[in-house]
């Protein structure tokens, strides 16, 4: 069964850093997202990207914040500066009909 | 805005009890919804989904919900749980099936034996 691979699982960074976050979506899938799950609390959308470029971007996601698909099959999650508040489990998801999410990234920024 | 809401944080079953999961969308038109499910440490699965059609769905692991468009709610249901079944459940909306899905705060299920 096709799913949707994160990498890495868990990341550990000093603030100011910038860190890279990458996801495999399932191959016939045309849009990919990102949504982030601060501990405790709900998912929230950060991005969607269709057709190679941002279709619709939440207000988490600020200038500090970028994405890529650099290839044919990875997307990228891009935090320039990261900050103690960007520390969270980072959700990536592509879809057809029907969205299906990656296992996750933990970030933890000390 | 979109906006989805679960109004129980926390819900304790016993094992084998029937569980009724609730959710509360505000999209006026036809939404899309979907239940997700996310066991400790895990990403996100999907249980079920409604586009149209039959209001009541049928997912996976015995799971079905319910489409009531007059009292804007799509609650989960299963009629006997397993202790498997502790988790975190959320509920999600979208506006069209490939849109950014908008999630309630989620229930966090815990089954006694």
């Known amino acids: 069964e096709p799913e949707v691979t994160q990498t890495p699982s868990h990341q550990v960074t000093q603030m100011g850093q910038e860190v890279i976050l990458r996801c495999v979506p399932i191959?016939?899938?045309?849009?990919f997202y990102w949504y982030r799950q601060i501990l405790g609390q709900k998912v929230e959308f950060l991005v969607s990207?269709?057709?190679?470029?941002?279709?619709?971007k939440s207000e988490i996601f600020d200038d500090q914040f970028s994405v890529e698909r650099p290839d044919g099959s990875n997307f990228t999650l891009k935090i320039r500066s990261t900050k103690l508040e960007d520390s969270a489990m980072y959700f990536c998801?592509?879809?057809?009909?029907?969205?299906?999410f990656g296992p996750g990234t933990r970030l933890t920024v000390l | 805005a979109q906006s989805v809401t679960q109004p129980d944080i926390h819900i304790t079953v016993s094992e084998g009890a029937s569980l009724e999961l609730r959710c509360n969308y505000s999209y006026g038109a036809t939404p899309y919804l979907f239940w997700y499910v996310q066991s400790p440490g895990q990403g996100l699965q999907l249980l079920l989904k409604?586009?149209?059609?039959?209001?009541l769905v049928q997912g996976i692991k015995g799971f079905e919900a319910e489409f009531k468009r007059s009292q804007s709610s799509f609650n989960l249901r299963k009629p006997s749980v397993h202790w498997s079944d502790a988790a975190e459940y959320f509920c999600?909306?979208?506006?069209?099936?490939?849109?950014?899905?908008?999630f309630g705060q989620g229930t966090r299920l815990t089954i006694n034996p």
């Open positions: 990207f269709y057709n190679n470029e941002i279709s619709e």
């Open positions: 998801a592509s879809s057809g009909t029907e969205q299906f």
């Open positions: 191959s016939n899938h045309l849009y």
């Open positions: 409604y586009f149209s059609g039959d209001t």
């Open positions: 999600a909306e979208s506006i069209q099936g490939a849109q950014k899905l908008v």
